[in-house]
């Protein structure tokens, strides 16, 4: 069963420091991969996605994420955080070619912003 | 709405009883999902309907659980005879016909079964 893994329960940065959150999946091909954001009082909500092609994908609110193969990882990055980045994030796949999105989240990392 | 609409947002029940609660999708979105997502966890699939049909109801947990989409609009998801497990935040997403890979989530109903 294909399964992702998110290694960092809670992450704390500073504003306007770098940001790396991991994500690593186990499935037997390459998967769509997905991140998602959930700020508090609102609904998860999709921040990039990477079906194929460019292994560097570019998202809203100036994130960005790598697929990378040979470590089965997608990591989600961004240059420098803003306060309002404090969220929890998700990590999610499915099957290539699914025709339909029946998404396996990771179990999320909490960001914390410090001022 | 704009957005997915999930009602209520808050259910405390006791052990026992029936729940029900409601997901209104964005208007022309053909497929719902229902996802769960438990305390320190990610959200988990359920059930998904494409139109009025559930396609695909693999994560539905044990026969207490059922949902319907009767005219492929509005659907509502059944809990009987809750127990204390089912206490979670029920997601509801839907996604237009052509899918570009986006759900659009709803804010959640949080069941509490005491």
């Known amino acids: 069963a294909q399964s992702v893994t998110q290694p960092d329960i809670h992450i704390t940065v500073s504003e306007g420091a770098s940001l790396e959150l991991r994500c690593n999946y186990s499935y037997g091909a390459t998967p769509y991969l997905f991140w998602y954001v959930q700020s508090p009082g609102q609904g998860l909500q999709l921040l990039l996605k990477y079906f194929s092609g460019d292994t560097l994908v570019q998202g809203i609110k100036g994130f960005e994420a790598e697929f990378k193969r040979s470590q089965s990882s997608f990591n989600l990055r961004k240059p420098s955080v803003h306060w309002s980045d404090a969220a929890e994030y998700f990590c999610a796949v499915v099957p290539s070619g699914a025709g339909s999105y029946q998404l396996t989240f990771g179990k999320g990392t909490k960001l914390s912003v410090i001022p | 709405g704009a957005g997915v609409s999930q009602t209520p947002s808050n259910k405390v029940t006791e052990k026992g009883k029936y729940v029900e609660l409601r997901c209104d999708p964005i208007?022309?979105?053909?497929?719902l999902y229902w996802y769960r997502q438990s305390l320190g966890q990610g959200p988990e699939f359920l059930i998904y309907f494409q139109g009025t049909g559930a396609a695909d109801d693999s994560g539905l947990p044990n026969d207490r659980f059922f949902a319907v989409r009767p005219e492929g609009s509005v659907s509502t998801l059944k809990i009987q005879r809750t127990e204390r497990g089912d206490s979670a935040v029920y997601l509801c997403a839907s996604s237009p016909t052509k899918n570009t890979g986006e759900l659009f989530f709803g804010e959640g109903s949080r069941l509490t079964v005491l």
């Open positions: 208007s022309g979105h053909t497929a």
